[in-house]
């Protein structure tokens, strides 16, 4: 990558730069020798053509095409929209091309402070869930909340949280099923020291067919209550819950080996600087953490379009490519199957920040991956089961593969934004800013600032601080503005019919 005072070429053989501040007509920009004047208004984190652009040609940004120009393009000109279209369309058919960059496992004894419960998994959080089997008790899910928080303000926990959601009831086949896994999942979460799973009496999801869905579990970390078949379940509630907080004080923190570290990868709200700063740093964050043996996990399949084959060629095994291959397609059939175009994508926020094509939006997402092989590709609602990069099937919206990271076991979730959220998930959700304008406006939302990268800090300088700060997140001596603002949301991937 190189830079100007106000532009930035990421590629060399790329087409177009990058503005790091808006311009107004007539004004230029300097690379090396050679002096750019910008033919119109071209606003911050959007691309100005070095060169001449021919209609149909293909533009270059991170060195591969992010679409074709879709009439002629000057240099100096504005590209955007309005002068680029983008190269993608229905299934592909792939070719397994090994990489043969791999990042080499090395000796470590970093660890964290964080809970070892009675099944030997760690936990970053000593925390009491509320998991409703069902939407119809979202509000009493509230109240022991807060009444056990309340009750309980003195003891030796990290809160009690509910996440309300609207479903469990009316629901069949897979819609059903992928609601009691992502459920089952955080039961088994190891950031809850206790759960309540709380349910209605008459549910599909009753707690019968849940308790079957989540199998084995420690009957003093879990606790249940159907709400039908109790006098008071405000009172019966706050019992149950008095016993959790009482086996969650047993755990105290103790060091954890870095390869227990499970984090999860997720952009959101992004814009013309997410595939410059934030999202190569979360990149290069990945790779640290699983040279060390840990794990991390990407979801957001349909960003992935245009750039997939990035990913396929880092496959560990061909049977990892082959999983690849079916994460892809299995999703653009998901779009055909409902007469949607694949590449109906990005947002209007996005568009606003910069991005033009899916393709150009996909090439910034997946480079928070870094250069790691990937070791396996899961089903939506799994649970992670092999260290190192995995995949985890899941949308692009924020909320739901927020929880498919966090369900799949990601103790932390690492959130880039160019424009901002105030979303958090059921576990600590980092929010790096890929602009420091951004970081200073919304200092209640960010936690973390990549815009530094365009300042004068050294990229391994920031990865190493981004690493420093996710230890003591992990460690709790820090808590993310997610929660200091009480923000732990949830929400659960629908496709099919609603009774």
Known sequence: MKKSDSAIVIHPEDSVCITTRSFTKGETV?????????????????KVARRHLSAGEHVLKFGYSIGRASSDIQEGQWVHTHNLRTNLEGKLNYSYKPAKEEIKRQP???????YIRSNGEAGIRNEIWIINTVGCINKTAEILARMGNERFKDSAIDGIFHFAHPFGCSQLGDDLSNTQKILSNLVHHPNAAGVLVLGLGCENNSVNQFMKVIDEFDQDRVKFLISQEVEDELETGMDLIKALVEYAESFKRQPVPISALKIGM?????????????????????DLLVSYGGTTIMTEVPEMFGAETILMNRAQDEAVFNKTVALINDFKNYYISHNQVVYENPSPGNKQGGITTLEEKSLGCVQKGGHAYVADVLPYGSRVVKNGLNLVQGPGNDLVSVTALAASGAHIVLFTTGRGTP??????????????????????????????????????????????YVLQVASGEIATRNEQNGFKEIAIFKDGVTL
Request: glycine share 12%; proline share 4%; net charge negative.
């Open 266 to 286: 997720k952009c959101g709200g992004s814009d013309g600087f997410s595939g410059i700063t934030a999202n190569p740093l979360v990149g290069s964050f990945s």
């Open 108 to 114: 470590s004894d970093l660890t964290f402070q964080g």
């Open 423 to 468: 979303f958090g998930g059921p576990v600590p959700t980092v929010k790096i800013s890929t602009n420091s304008l951004l970081c200073q406006k919304k200092s209640n939302w960010i936690d973390f600032n990549a815009g530094q990268l365009l300042e004068d800090v050294g990229f391994r300088e920031l990865t190493d601080d981004l690493f420093h």
């Open 30 to 46: 300097a690379f090396e020798d050679k002096i750019m004047t910008l033919q119109e208004d071209i606003p911050s984190g959007h």
